[in-house]
């Protein structure tokens, strides 16, 4: 970590520390690092007694609002694609899944919703916990026609990454009864989410439908990490299942919750008759063209486009 000059820090001092985050492992840009720096700024305010450097003149604020509008222009920032979990590999981490355990429960859960409805990873884990704005919370789930003998699940979405808290513009989700051809009930994201939902809701409907598995941290939102470290195990421990020739070269630091996202739009995309528009509701796209931006062919399907060109040649 860089040395910080002991007070008063300047803003050519948080500006040389924005820098510096976005060298050393600090992904996400400028609303990331604005995190760090923030902490930065107010650690000056509460033992300094100094003026927060970013605001403190008219020509401050100036001067950082042009440095973060032109951050990414100044930094050289390596962007780490994430794949998307493929339907084996879901198929096999829910193997893993013991529904008669609290944690394994949950994430079943979770996996089901961010899978079956391509559900941003917001939605039921955190950044932080002190900013739970997009969580679902148990109010939001609605079993249909009973919570007891559910056919279907609607999913209210209060708020999302293209629909701000104070626009009052929600959408919705839904997941419908699966019947998988070996049997697996855990498969369905309606069993998942019945059991997940019987076996945990004590009554307050503002509580999060997910919540973190330390004990004295349960009442609070599962975390991001805790949810991309355990995902990464689970996909670890699935990986015999898979047909994978060299173990040893799977690349797991490409796999994270966006790859949930990626997936179930890949797998609608490729299903016959779904529309593109109907893919972008899926995905809560404002258009297509976002849309786009997650689909991708593997080598058997862009090979297979050879035969359906031939298909207009004559005798």
Same mark, same amino acid.
């Given at each position: 970590?860089?040395?910080?000059?002991?007070? %008063?820090?300047?803003?050519?001092?948080?500006?040389?520390?924005?820098?510096? $985050?976005?060298?050393?492992?600090?992904?996400?840009?400028?609303?990331?690092?604005?995190?760090?720096?923030?902490?930065?700024?107010?650690?000056?305010?509460?033992?300094?007694?100094?003026?927060? %450097?970013?605001?403190?003149?008219?020509?401050?604020?100036?001067?950082?609002?042009?440095? $973060?509008?032109?951050?990414?222009?100044?930094?050289?920032?390596?962007?780490?694609?994430?794949?998307?979990?493929?339907?084996?590999?879901?198929?096999?981490?829910?193997?893993?899944?013991?529904?008669?355990?609290?944690?394994?429960?949950?994430?079943?859960?979770?996996?089901?919703? $961010?899978?079956?409805?391509?559900?941003?990873?917001?939605? !039921?884990?955190?950044?932080?916990?002190?900013? %739970?704005?997009?969580?679902?919370?148990?109010?939001?789930?609605?079993?249909?026609?009973?919570?007891?003998? %559910?056919?279907?699940?609607?999913?209210?979405?209060?708020? !999302?990454?293209?629909?701000?808290?104070?626009?009052?513009?929600?959408?919705?989700?839904?997941?419908?009864?699966?019947?998988?051809?070996?049997?697996?009930?855990?498969?369905?994201?309606?069993?998942?989410?019945?059991?997940?939902?019987?076996?945990?809701?004590?009554?307050?409907?503002?509580?999060?439908?997910?919540?973190?598995?330390?004990?004295?941290?349960?009442?609070?939102? $599962?975390?991001?990490?805790?949810?991309?470290?355990?995902?990464?195990?689970?996909?670890?421990?699935?990986?015999?299942?898979?047909?994978?020739?060299?173990? !040893?070269?799977?690349?797991?630091?490409?796999?994270?919750?966006?790859?949930?996202?990626?997936?179930?739009?890949?797998?609608?995309?490729?299903?016959?008759?779904?529309?593109?528009?109907?893919?972008?509701?899926?995905?809560?796209?404002?258009?297509?063209? !976002?849309?786009?931006?997650?689909?991708?062919?593997?080598?058997?399907?862009?090979?297979?486009?050879?035969?359906?060109?031939?298909?207009?040649?004559?005798?």
């Amino acid at each position: 970590m860089p040395l910080i000059p002991i007070f %008063p820090i300047s803003l050519d001092t948080l500006m040389v520390f924005a820098t510096w $985050c976005s060298e050393n492992g600090i992904s996400g840009g400028m609303d990331s690092i604005s995190n760090y720096v923030g902490e930065v700024a107010q650690w000056a305010v509460r033992y300094a007694d100094q003026a927060d %450097p970013r605001f403190e003149s008219a020509k401050a604020i100036i001067d950082w609002r042009t440095f $973060c509008n032109n951050f990414r222009l100044m930094v050289k920032t390596e962007r780490k694609l994430k794949l998307r979990i493929q339907p084996a590999m879901f198929q096999a981490i829910m193997q893993g899944i013991n529904i008669n355990d609290w944690r394994d429960m949950r994430d079943g859960a979770q996996y089901c919703i $961010c899978y079956y409805t391509a559900a941003r990873i917001g939605h !039921t884990a955190v950044a932080s916990t002190n900013k %739970p704005k997009h969580l679902l919370r148990f109010k939001d789930l609605l079993f249909e026609p009973s919570l007891a003998n %559910p056919d279907r699940v609607f999913i209210l979405l209060r708020s !999302t990454k293209t629909r701000k808290e104070n626009e009052s513009r929600p959408t919705w989700h839904a997941v419908g009864k699966v019947r998988a051809k070996n049997g697996d009930k855990r498969l369905c994201p309606v069993f998942m989410l019945q059991r997940w939902f019987q076996a945990t809701f004590k009554g307050d409907p503002e509580a999060p439908l997910f919540t973190a598995e330390k004990e004295g941290r349960k009442h609070l939102p $599962c975390g991001r990490t805790e949810f991309g470290d355990l995902l990464k195990a689970r996909l670890i421990n699935a990986l015999p299942l898979l047909d994978i020739e060299d173990i !040893t070269a799977f690349d797991i630091s490409k796999y994270s919750g966006i790859g949930f996202r990626k997936g179930s739009l890949s797998a609608l995309a490729h299903s016959k008759g779904i529309t593109t528009p109907r893919l972008a509701a899926h995905g809560d796209h404002r258009d297509v063209n !976002t849309t786009m931006h997650y689909l991708s062919d593997c080598i058997e399907q862009r090979a297979a486009n050879s035969s359906a060109i031939a298909s207009h040649f004559g005798k």
